[in-house]
Structure formats: C-alpha cells, structure tokens
Nanobody, 124 residues
C-alpha cells in the first residue's frame, strides 16, 4: 500500500501564495505519475495538475495554468504544488493522488492512491 499525506494548506488573502506538499510512504516504488485535485463545497472533485515520474511532463487545468506549478522530489518521495496569485475561487480541499502508470492523467478515476486532503481558503 501507499500512504499520501498532504500539508501546507491554510488561509491566505487573494493574490497571495501557498505551497502544498504531499509526502508518500509505504510501497513508493509502485508510484509513477502523480497529481493534485481539488473539491470545493457543493462541487465535484476537479483536476488541478499532474506530473510524470521524471518531472519532465506536466499538465495543468486551464483555470490554474500560469499560476500554479507542480514539481516533485523523488529522493524525498514528495510532490509539491506552488500556488501563486490565488483567487477566492481556488478555495477548496486539495488532494494529492498517485498512480502506477507512467502516463499522466487528469482523470480522478485513473489514480490508485489518495491523500486525506488539505484545506485551502482564499479570502477576498
């Protein structure tokens, strides 16, 4: 099994920045591509960003492109989400996810492991 633990969420004013981290443990050798998703109250979980094992391939939702950056440090089994120019509409619980396949994916159902989530609240 793989365990994912997110951290770094909190309350920030619009225009501010936060950096989320997701630490993996357990059978980390089975992890390949990873991603971030988010879910706002009353809405479905939506894709935010994904990254390949090497970090050479990244893909973002249009709503965050140019503001968010996903990265990873495989030596630390950690993936990051740097969030800049935050907007109130970015308010959500952010989830880290991992999958065993190398191909990056924006589809939540294609991920094998999930963290518990971390709350991000952006005030106007």
């Amino acid at each position: 099994q793989v365990q994912l633990v997110e951290s770094g969420g909190g309350l920030v004013q619009a225009g501010g920045s936060l950096r989320l981290s997701c630490a993996a443990s357990g059978r980390t050798f089975s992890i390949n591509s990873m991603g971030w998703f988010r879910q706002a109250p009353g809405k479905e979980r939506e894709f935010v960003a994904t990254i390949s094992w090497s970090g050479g391939i990244t893909y973002y939702a249009d709503s965050v492109k140019g503001r968010f950056t996903i990265s990873r440090d495989n030596a630390k089994n950690t993936v990051y989400l740097q969030m800049n120019s935050l907007k109130p509409e970015d308010t959500a619980v952010y989830y880290c996810a991992a999958r065993s396949f190398s191909r990056v994916s924006s589809v939540a159902g294609e991920y094998d492991y999930w963290g518990q989530g971390t709350q991000v609240t952006v005030s106007s």
